[in-house]
T-cell receptor, first 113, second 112 residues
Framework: GAVVSQHPSRVICKSGTSVKIECRSL??????MFWYRQFPKQSLMLMAT?????????EQGVEKDKFLINHASLTLSTLTVTSAHPEDSSFYIC?????????FGSGTRLTVV | SQQGEEDPQALSIQEGENATMNCSYK?????LQWYRQNSGRGLVHLIL?????REKHSGRLRVTLDTSKKSSSLLITASRAADTASYFCATDPPNRDDKIIFGKGTRLHILP
């Protein structure tokens, strides 16, 4: 079946630094990937749609200069949280669509101290 | 904004009992999906029901869809401790460029 690998699973960083999260489709090509953010005990909120070879599409209210998305190949999308602050602490999940449907990564727990 | 809204928000039942969760949505849809999320983990796809289907089964799972009421239900029969998780419905409305939108989720706790 389709597998999406997301790394790292956990990261702790200092306020003001940047953090990169990777999302890879392991056995299929994904021209489109999706990035979600989830606060504790809440649902997943779509942040942006990552398009291979073109600019990402951001949802309303999501700062594109803060959350940089790069989709340089058909199997890799990255989300970089720039100049992270404690309020960016959250659970970030990526997703890709294959013929089997939507497959999700295992998520990244970001803690900004 | 959220498309779906599950109820109840939280549900605790005894092991062996059936658990029913409901999802309501606002716009028309192509299909509706249910996902499970264990605490601090990614999502696991459970079942997809298309807009022209009314009921679907998969093992101990039964999903219904009523497009006239814009609602769906997920029934888990003979619950087990391992079913403890959060359950989300997700819809992909037409004209949303393949984006799926999640409901708020139901936190299910199976008591031993």
């Amino acid at each position: 079946g389709a597998v999406v690998s997301q790394h790292p699973s956990r990261v702790i960083c200092k306020s003001g630094t940047s953090v990169k999260i990777e999302c890879r489709s392991l056995d299929f090509q994904a021209t489109t990937m999706f990035w979600y953010r989830q606060f504790p005990k809440q649902s997943l909120m779509l942040m942006a749609t990552s398009n291979e070879g073109s600019k990402a599409t951001y949802e309303q209210g999501v700062e594109k200069d803060k959350f940089l998305i790069n989709h340089a190949s058909l199997t890799l999308s990255t989300l970089t949280v720039t100049s992270a602050h404690p309020e960016d602490s959250s659970f970030y999940i990526c997703s890709a669509q294959s013929r089997a449907g939507y497959t999700f990564g295992s998520g990244t727990r970001l803690t900004v101290v | 904004s959220q498309q779906g809204e599950e109820d109840p928000q939280a549900l605790s039942i005894q092991e062996g009992e059936n658990a029913t969760m409901n999802c309501s949505y606002k716009t028309s849809i192509n299909n509706l999906q249910w996902y499970r999320q264990n605490s601090g983990r990614g999502l696991v796809h459970l079942i997809l029901i298309r807009s022209n289907e009314r009921e679907k089964h998969s093992g101990r799972l039964r999903v219904t869809l009523d497009t006239s009421k814009k609602s769906s239900s997920l029934l888990i029969t003979a619950s087990r401790a391992a079913d403890t998780a959060s359950y989300f419905c997700a819809t992909d409305p037409p004209n949303r460029d393949d984006k799926i939108i999640f409901g708020k989720g139901t936190r299910l706790h199976i008591l031993p």
